[in-house]
């Protein structure tokens, strides 16, 4: 038998040298949780499931493709929608708020399929959020991934906002090789959105020839502010740009197809950026720079109604700003301030009661109320589904 122990272990060494080291920092995580599963990092358990009351059910009509399996939706169905967002306790608030717009809005809500990525390490604990999201989203298609920050950590570099310095700020990068290989679209989605509008619109628009992402684009903005002087003055690094006719885009908002993506390799084109970055420093804004090396001057533009980005304000002061002009789709508040930061601090801009609607949370008074509470929860519900 000792051999047998031996010639194992050997086995299991060869296996960890041979597979890509980064096929170990995703796993995904099973949407049926037990009751009894543990309290973790907030407090949360059963009892911290009150934290958000029950969304309303949204439903299919009859113009809506049916799915290959009424019992179970795979995440290769053909007939969904694919969207990914992060999932973490400090953003939690407005993620729950994205869901709850995308489904209040969509034409068939039942073929949106949300692919949730998670930090391994973050105070509440992917099971535990996997949790509250389906207390509050019972019928959602969902599914939940670990995301190792480990991945990426030494990548990262210093940024003007310490926030943007979140390892899962860059989850968006891996999302080719964390979802199902069957999964070749995706739209991406920052945590801190409202969709007031149809997602299917959004999903159906058509990356032309070769390109890989789309996105509203905004060329009138200063592109060379997103990039040190370090980085402009060397020859080298700047003639990045010299055939391409880049534009800012906010990579809060992404039509991605994850078949070129792969192809491509992207994401360590990205990765290349990010290396150098460490060694020289050639921007100062977080994550979105090494996708505007890659990316800018050949994105697909999408209509600005689909990122009203900005609305929290810029990245120091968080200060105040109104809509942009124009029809409305997608509402972003990019910048410091959160909404439901300055709605519970009770100086809320203007902007903020466009978002307040959609907010599932039940506030402590409330969660100590009394049985009135609980009729008002059911009618701001009926409110919310109107």
Same mark, same amino acid.
């Given at each position: 038998m000792v051999p047998f122990r031996i010639s194992v272990a050997v086995l299991l060494i060869l296996v960890s040298f041979l597979l890509p080291p980064f096929c170990l920092c995703i796993r995904s995580f099973p949407t049926t949780i037990k009751v $009894?599963?543990?309290?973790?990092?907030?407090?949360?358990?059963?009892?911290?499931?009150?934290?958000? &009351?029950?969304?309303? =059910? @949204?439903?299919?009509?009859?113009?809506?493709?049916?799915?290959? $399996?009424?019992?179970?939706?795979?995440?290769?169905?053909?007939?969904?929608?694919?969207?990914?967002? &992060?999932?973490?306790? =400090? @953003?939690?608030?407005?993620?729950?708020?994205?869901v709850h717009s995308v489904l209040r809005h969509a034409s068939c809500p039942e073929n949106v399929f949300f692919h949730f990525i998670s930090a391994e390490f973050d105070p509440a604990s992917p099971r535990v959020l996997t949790q509250l999201v389906r207390s509050t989203f019972p019928s959602l298609n969902f599914k939940v991934y670990i995301f190792r920050e480990d991945t990426v950590v030494n990548l990262i570099s210093s940024s003007i906002r310490q926030a943007l310095e979140n390892p899962l700020n860059y989850a968006r990068n891996y999302l080719g090789d964390i979802l199902d290989r069957c999964v070749d679209r995706v739209i991406y989605l920052d945590s801190d959105v409202v969709v007031v509008d149809d997602i299917h619109k959004l999903w159906n628009i058509n990356l032309t020839g070769s390109r890989v992402i789309g996105a509203p684009e905004?060329?009138?903005?200063?592109?060379?502010?997103?990039?040190?002087?370090?980085?402009?003055?060397?020859?080298?690094?700047?003639?990045?740009?010299?055939?391409?006719?880049?534009?800012?885009?906010?990579?809060?908002?992404?039509?991605?197809?994850?078949?070129?993506?792969?192809?491509?390799?992207?994401?360590?084109?990205?990765?290349?950026?990010?290396?150098?970055?460490?060694?020289?420093?050639?921007?100062?804004?977080?994550?979105?720079?090494?996708?505007?090396?890659?990316?800018?001057?050949?994105?697909?533009?999408?209509?600005?109604?689909?990122?009203?980005?900005?609305?929290?304000?810029d990245n120091v002061r968080g200060s105040c700003r109104s809509l942009h002009p124009g029809p409305v789709s997608l509402l972003h508040w990019s910048g410091k301030g959160k909404p439901w930061v300055r709605l519970d601090a009770k100086k809320p801009c203007s902007v903020d009661s466009l978002w307040e609607p959609y907010d599932l949370y039940i506030s402590k008074d409330q969660r100590l109320g009394s049985s009135s509470s609980a009729k008002n929860f059911v009618g701001y519900s009926s409110y919310l589904s109107s």
């Open positions: $009894n599963d543990g309290v973790d990092g907030l407090g949360l358990g059963l009892d911290g499931l009150s934290r958000f &009351t029950e969304a309303p =059910e @949204y439903r299919n009509g009859a113009e809506c493709p049916l799915s290959n $399996n009424t019992d179970y939706v795979s995440s290769c169905d053909p007939s969904l929608v694919h969207i990914a967002m &992060t999932l973490d306790s =400090e @953003y939690l608030r407005g993620s729950m708020a994205a905004y060329c009138h903005a200063n592109f060379t502010k997103y990039f040190t002087d370090s980085f402009w003055a060397d020859p080298v690094l700047s003639r990045v740009f010299s055939t391409r006719n880049p534009c800012y885009f906010n990579t809060g908002v992404m039509v991605m197809d994850l078949v070129r993506w792969r192809e491509g390799n992207y994401r360590k084109r990205i990765e290349n950026w990010m290396e150098l970055q460490r060694k020289k420093r050639i921007y100062d804004l977080g994550s979105l720079p090494p996708f505007l090396l890659v990316f800018a001057g050949q994105v697909e533009p999408i209509h600005h109604r689909w990122n009203q980005h900005g609305l929290g304000g």
